[in-house]
């Protein structure tokens, strides 16, 4: 691996990406090359956590029940070093049933309980009526999020700090509340789909601290991509946004 590039672990884009989340990963790569940072992604489908040590972000998406209980074995060979990773504050981002394996537990709409891998201090319980549809958040970080919400379960974060206030849609409780999980370097949500590419300060955040735990700068930025790419940003997030004023 190049000492001077960042480099993103992708955990089983095969199994896990069924909203199209792996464009996530792009986005990623694509605004740090833009100011000058190299990237390299490892993508990790199974096997021995070979390079695990070495990695600077770690990305997990999404996928239906089936793919969740066949990638929840998996998971757990490679629970103990992605603790290690999340201990040393490497920047995660997991969406959807990524999100919840990487949490205490999942427990089916059968009662089976699947063990997770205790990145995240959270408990997810399927079941219910499932929603999708728009989701609109309000971060105390960001101010107004956006994206796309898909499921049929509930996440329970206890006393922790979300991604934000639901504005529209339903979040991790049955009555709208807050959404997602976000502390320190760990992420998580239900936010399906191109969450980066409809707020790249998303992105830009979870880069920053990724470079900065490893001291890499960024040295030649192109700010005419940024912006033309951050403008139609704006613009999808504005419309998603109003949407539901509208109905």
Not at 16 to 35: D, F, H, S, T, Y
Not at 94 to 102: E, K, R, V
């Amino acid at each position: 691996m190049t000492g001077s590039a960042l480099r993103i672990l992708h955990l089983f884009p095969r199994l896990l990406g069924l909203n199209g989340e792996a464009g996530n990963v792009e986005i990623l790569r694509l605004r740090a090359e833009w100011r000058g940072l190299p990237v390299e992604v490892t993508r990790y489908d199974g096997g021995e956590p070979v390079g695990f040590a070495d990695a600077d972000l770690v990305f997990i998406g999404s996928g239906p029940v089936s793919a969740e209980v066949i990638a929840h074995p998996l998971v757990l060979t490679i629970a103990a070093p992605l603790r290690e990773l999340a201990a040393d504050g490497v920047p995660f981002l997991a969406i959807g049933a990524g999100f919840q394996l990487l949490g205490e537990s999942v427990t089916l709409e059968n009662g089976e309980v699947l063990e997770g891998a205790g990145v995240f201090p959270v408990t997810t319980r399927h079941g219910g009526t499932r929603v999708v549809g728009d989701f609109v958040l309000d971060s105390p970080r960001l101010g107004p999020v956006v994206g796309f919400e898909n499921r049929g379960s509930f996440v329970e974060v206890g006393p922790h700090e979300t991604l934000g206030r639901v504005v529209y849609g339903r979040g991790n409780t049955e009555t709208p509340g807050n959404e997602g999980f976000w502390e320190g370097n760990l992420l998580g949500t239900h936010m399906h789909g191109p969450l980066l590419a409809n707020n790249p300060v998303i992105a830009d955040s979870l880069l920053d601290t990724a470079r900065l735990r490893r001291g890499l700068d960024y040295t030649t930025p192109d700010p005419d991509a940024l912006r033309v790419i951050d403008e139609r940003a704006r613009q999808a997030r504005a419309t998603i946004a109003a949407r539901p004023l509208s109905e």
